[in-house]
């Protein structure tokens, strides 16, 4: 159902979601929904069902039925808080009546009809009290100007889902690792974003050190009401450049294509686009790609942005175009240190442990922090100690089952005395060995050494 939603009725759960933890509610009500449009039909002014002062008052008998929880009691936004049966009901209702009125999207009044059809709620109690029926509300949306042209609106905003991640919702629906010891960085990067001018961060680091790993920080803190009023309802989308250079067949599809985004997320006030690579010259040379930089830098007068790149693409890009140190500021990223690098292992660790199938040992996450360091000195951490965690889990994994294949048969209904498959330190040092073509004993003796 929600790939039919409007950006519009997206937020609508999303503050939906944010009311609810407020309150600390385990789940999502009808009345955290109408709290949820009354927020975002507010924002974007479409106010023909309801009067401003209906509202306010709506707004303040639901707040009185749920009253704010105690700072403690309060559920975070990365908690994935379930639509109770009234709100899934209201929602199926709405999107039954956008295919009724021929409607191809699912707008946020036709979410406002579903609630006045889920009868037995306070919200639709409140919105009758103000004189809104179904057949009221119906009447206004079959000549609303928001619902004329369905075809068109749901046309540009294929592009944003068709070239953009939204790390805000991702960050709601799947909560990002926690960032270590990068407060210095997070705060420099809300302090730009919070300028009057020049508001553009571009993250300047050495591929590795995390640059992306902070903008999802940031999404998270977003999605976790943990930042400054200005970016409470703001939305980070991540523009992927390879789906420009891809799909378009010629270079004038490809700026038709480019311009429509630009346009869509030019009608969006809470949006901030963020181009990962956005210097780099694999993103110039021999594609299409090389004609973003100035249209998104003259769209950057009404839209933020967030890039990364490393210090010399930067600097070059400085060089060929001096404009972009004007709307760009600098946020230095540095590699983290050994015992930083071991605290982000340890809370990446549980993804590669369900992917694979394995368990991780402590001295097999600090072995791979110290060999990568030792033996891969090329690359920079936190990256390269988690790739050879990644290949380890695999190697492991495969190694477990190889071994249960051979097992006779009169074995295979023996339960195993280890039921995990652990990944230990000598795994990471047989790995490190290979990749730097030494004896095994050598890697051991430059370890210890350390």
């Known amino acids: 159902m929600f790939d039919r939603f409007t950006e519009e009725a997206r937020q609508v759960i999303f503050w939906a979601r944010y009311e ?30 309801l009067s401003p002062a209906a509202m306010d008052s709506i707004r303040t008998q639901v707040e009185a039925q749920f009253p704010l929880a105690e700072k403690g009691s309060k559920v975070s936004t990365s908690v994935d808080l379930p639509l109770n049966r009234e709100s899934k009901r209201a929602l199926a209702y709405g999107a039954e009546e956008s295919q009724r009125l021929g409607h191809q999207d699912i707008g946020i009044h036709h979410l406002l009809l579903g609630l006045l059809r889920e009868e037995k709620t306070l919200a639709a109690d409140l919105l009758r009290q103000h004189g809104l029926t179904i057949a009221k509300a119906r009447e206004i949306l079959q000549h609303t100007p928001v619902a004329a042209a369905p075809a068109t609106s749901r046309q540009q905003r294929s592009v944003v889902l068709e070239t953009c991640r939204d790390l805000t919702a991702a960050a709601t629906e799947i909560a990002f690792p926690p960032l270590i010891g990068r407060e210095r960085e997070l705060e420099s990067l809300i302090q730009v974003l919070g300028r009057r001018n020049g508001n553009n961060p571009v993250l300047i680091g ?27 309802a703001m939305r980070i989308l991540a523009l992927d450049p390879q789906t420009f250079v891809d799909s378009p067949k010629n270079r004038c599809e490809f700026q038709q294509k480019f311009a429509a985004l630009i346009a869509e997320i030019g009608n969006q006030s809470n949006l901030i686009l963020f181009v990962d690579g956005l210097f780099d010259p694999a993103a110039r040379t021999g594609s299409p790609f090389g004609d973003v930089l100035g249209p998104l830098l ?58 694979h199938e394995v368990t991780y040992d402590a001295a097999a996450v600090e072995t791979a922090v110290l060999a990568s360091v030792q033996f891969m000195q090329r690359r920079r951490l936190p990256e390269k100690a988690i790739d050879l965690l990644d290949e380890a889990g695999s190697r492991v994994k495969l190694r477990a089952e190889r071994n249960e294949k051979l097992r006779l048969p009169s074995e295979k209904h023996q339960v195993d005395e280890v039921l995990p498959k652990l990944v230990t330190k000598e795994d990471i040092e047989e790995l490190v ?18």
């Open 206 to 232: 050495e591929s590795g050190v995390g640059k992306t790993a902070i903008v999802e920080g940031l999404a998270q803190r977003i999605a976790d009401s943990a930042v400054p009023e200005f970016l409470m």
């Open 20 to 49: 609810a933890s407020q309150t600390g509610s385990p789940e999502i009500t009808p009345e955290h929904l109408l709290l949820g449009y009354l927020r975002e039909s507010a924002r974007i002014g479409a106010q023909n069902f």
């Open 298 to 355: 003259a769209a950057l007068s009404f839209r933020q942005c967030i890039a990364t790149g490393t210090p010399a693409v930067f600097r070059e890009a400085i060089e060929r175009d001096p404009v972009v140190e004007r709307y760009f500021r600098a946020v230095e990223i540095a590699p983290p240190g050994e015992k930083d690098a071991i605290q982000i292992l340890e809370t990446v660790k549980k993804q590669y442990e369900k992917f």
């Open 433 to 450: 060995a290979e990749r730097a073509v030494l004896p095994v004993d050598e890697v051991r003796k430059r370890l210890k050494k350390k």
